[in-house]
């Protein structure tokens, strides 16, 4: 079992930045990626940015330039650094760890959810 702990989020006006972080803690020698999601109302959860354990990172396109995911595997924390923050950032973030067990066999484990709100 992995958990997750996340922080930063709040109400900041377009153009600002937030720093999320994640902690994680337990059963978590076996994480092969860590990522951040996100959900508006009425919307789907996508995917905001990944990384795995080798470093290899991914991003949505509508986020790509703006934010940056990074590890910092000392603490065993997981951040996000948005910057340039428009209205449209509105939702819920949540930090997510797949890892595996066996073979194949991988799980997910989700943080409680931080509100990031964007005015103007």
């Known amino acids: 079992q992995v958990q997750l702990v996340e922080s930063g989020g709040g109400l900041v006006q377009a153009g600002g930045s937030l720093r999320l972080s994640c902690a994680a803690s337990?059963?978590?020698?076996?994480?092969?990626?860590m990522g951040w999601y996100r959900q508006a109302p009425g919307k789907q959860r996508e995917l905001v940015a990944a990384i795995t354990s080798g470093g290899s990172t991914n991003y949505a396109d509508s986020v790509k330039g703006r934010f940056t995911i990074s590890r910092d595997n000392a603490k065993n924390t997981m951040y996000l650094q948005m910057n340039s923050l428009k209205p449209e950032d509105t939702a819920v973030y949540y930090c997510?760890?797949?890892?595996?067990?066996?073979?194949?066999?991988?799980?997910?484990?989700w943080g409680q959810g931080t509100q990031v709100t964007v005015s103007s």
């Open positions: 997510n760890a797949n890892s595996w067990v066996v073979a194949s066999i991988s799980y997910d484990s």
């Open positions: 337990g059963s978590i020698l076996n994480i092969r990626a």
